[in-house]
């Protein structure tokens, strides 16, 4: 299993600029989200899905949109980059964990994408 | 509010004992995880408490107290590979997880 992949690695965007990231996992798993990694300060979310064709907004959703068409693939797009946008972003995915099965829903990380936006 | 807290910087030595602290406080508790961050790289998961006590797992264990909304993950025979950012989430009800800021290992020989 390849896990958790994503692409590109590393991205410079000029300012209004718009651009998709990349996520795939083959884990099977239910539950893949976003976040944005920022020095001195946690993870925070950005989007996140429980499914095909099920997403929802995080902490920080503002400038960013995304889909899930199939249970592998959870694509960020970011509509017109602002230098406020330049991070870390990871994207992760679980299972959704059932009842009675406490633990089963961790989450495994991609290497994450390092934007820059001018 | 919601908060998770972590001291921002801990040093330690090689072959020693290192107990990094999280508190939190959320609207809802659903289990605490740690991961470990080595720099530039992903998050990778360490441990999961969601019942009080002591978890073992090797050279490191995890601690869990709900009613301080207190977890410490302690790390023994500390060894140069060990140094990376340790960051502590908390499992609310539904699927969301709060993040620390994290605490960087720094060891030394």
């Known amino acids: 299993n390849a896990g958790v992949t994503q692409t590109p690695k590393f991205q410079v965007l000029k300012t209004g600029q718009s651009m998709t990231l990349q996520c795939a996992q083959d884990?099977?798993?239910?539950?893949m989200s976003w976040y944005r990694q920022d020095p001195g300060m946690g993870l925070r979310l950005i989007h996140y899905?429980?499914?095909?064709?099920?997403?929802d907004q995080g902490e920080v959703p503002n400038g960013y949109n995304v889909s899930r068409s199939t249970t592998e693939d959870f694509p960020l797009r970011l509509l017109s980059a602002a230098p406020s946008q330049t991070s870390v972003y990871f994207c992760?995915?679980?299972?959704?964990?059932?009842?009675?099965?406490?633990?089963?829903?961790?989450?495994?990380f991609g290497p994450g994408t390092r934007l820059t936006v001018l | 509010g919601q908060n998770i807290d972590q001291p921002t910087e801990m040093t330690a030595t090689e072959g020693a004992i290192v107990q990094i602290n999280c508190t939190y406080q959320?609207?809802?508790?659903?289990?605490l995880f740690w991961y470990q961050q080595h720099a530039g790289e992903a998050p990778t998961f360490l441990s999961y408490n969601v019942l009080d006590g002591l978890e073992e797992k090797g050279r490191f264990s995890s601690f869990l107290s709900r009613s301080k909304g207190y977890s410490y993950l302690l790390l023994k025979e500390l060894q140069m590979k060990d140094s990376a950012s340790y960051l502590c989430a908390v499992k609310q009800r539904g699927y969301q997880l709060i993040w620390g800021a994290g605490t960087k290992l720094i060891i030394k020989p």
């Open positions: 899905s429980v499914g095909a064709g099920i997403t």
């Open positions: 992760a995915s679980s299972y959704l964990a059932p009842s009675g099965r406490a633990g089963t829903d961790t989450q495994y």
């Open positions: 959320t609207s809802g508790f659903n289990g």
């Open positions: 884990m099977n798993h239910e539950y």
